[in-house]
């Protein structure tokens, strides 16, 4: 069970990845540092960032193949697919950053306005990889059916685009959903990954961070009060908003850990992005 993170700690997460990527010096024509000087292939399970096994171990004079791709309103069209990345010997395609981009609809309390970038869908695609790479190792429970569909609920009532679409009716979801180019079941296994995601995060970092009240008292006072001086506003009292702020403390220090560790991984591994026209090793 994920307990308190459901929509709004998937959102979180999809901000953390985001402003991890801001972090990265890497651009779609160079390599990680890790790729500069490569080290030994992970022995990791590996498992996509679109669910399936997808080795670097094939010829490399193989062309680029034309896959199907997922147009607005269904249509379907031939692209070739190409990779962009190698992550552990696990390839990244470009058909990943296609969908990345498409899934951006399906966020509910995004910025509208925020216009997508190829390059940090490629950063998040890359850490989603090393971190499944990590929850797979761990002995849990699949996360079941039910779980997905729950969470996916409330989405549909969250999605402000959804309500042009009357999502509450399934007809309405299916067309939302169409419209995106994706089908229900194959929404169902990204956002199971997702929850996977989260689930080791929570594991992994939050459940043995503390925060202290002197710490939620400090917050209050050097960070919300002057906050609501600017803007003329009376404050709430501490004991209204603790809880709150509580956890904000934690998302910030588990962003904190996160950073560091998916950088750990970064350099004991093998990442590698590649150039334009650079063949898979």
Not at 29 to 43: D, E, K, L, M, V
Request: aromatic share 6%; net charge negative.
């Amino acid at each position: 069970m994920i307990r308190g993170w459901r929509i709004a700690g998937l959102v979180w997460m999809v901000a953390v990845l985001v402003c991890f990527a801001h972090g990265q010096t890497a651009a779609p024509a160079t390599s990680s540092p890790a790729a500069s000087s490569p080290a030994p292939a992970s022995p990791l399970p590996l498992s996509g960032p679109a669910g399936q096994a997808k080795s670097a171990a094939v010829p490399t004079a193989e062309p680029a193949k034309a896959v199907p791709s997922a147009m607005p309103g269904g249509a379907r069209g031939e692209a070739l697919d190409r990779v962009v990345a190698v992550v552990n010997g696990e390839l990244v395609l470009e058909s990943d950053v296609d969908e990345e981009r498409r899934l951006m609809a399906l966020q509910p309390f995004r910025d509208p306005s925020g216009a997508f970038s190829r390059d940090q869908a490629i950063e998040r695609l890359i850490d989603r990889t090393l971190i499944l790479e990590q929850a797979k190792l761990q002995a849990e429970a699949p996360i079941t059916d039910a779980a997905v569909n729950a969470e996916l609920e409330t989405l549909r009532k969250d999605i402000p685009a959804c309500k042009e679409y009357k999502c509450e009716t399934d007809a309405g979801w299916q067309m939302f959903l169409k419209d995106h180019g994706f089908t229900e079941e194959q929404l169902k296994t990204r956002w199971r990954e997702r929850m996977e995601v989260l689930r080791y995060i929570e594991m992994r970092f939050r459940m043995g961070i503390r925060i202290t009240p002197a710490e939620i008292r400090t917050y209050y006072e050097q960070t919300m009060l002057p906050e609501y001086a600017k803007q003329n506003v009376q404050p709430p009292k501490l004991e209204t908003v603790s809880d709150r702020i509580q956890e904000v403390l934690l998302q910030q220090q588990v962003s904190s850990l996160l950073g560091d560790w998916l950088k750990s991984l970064r350099a004991q591994g093998s990442v590698l992005m590649m150039k334009p026209g650079e063949m898979a090793p």
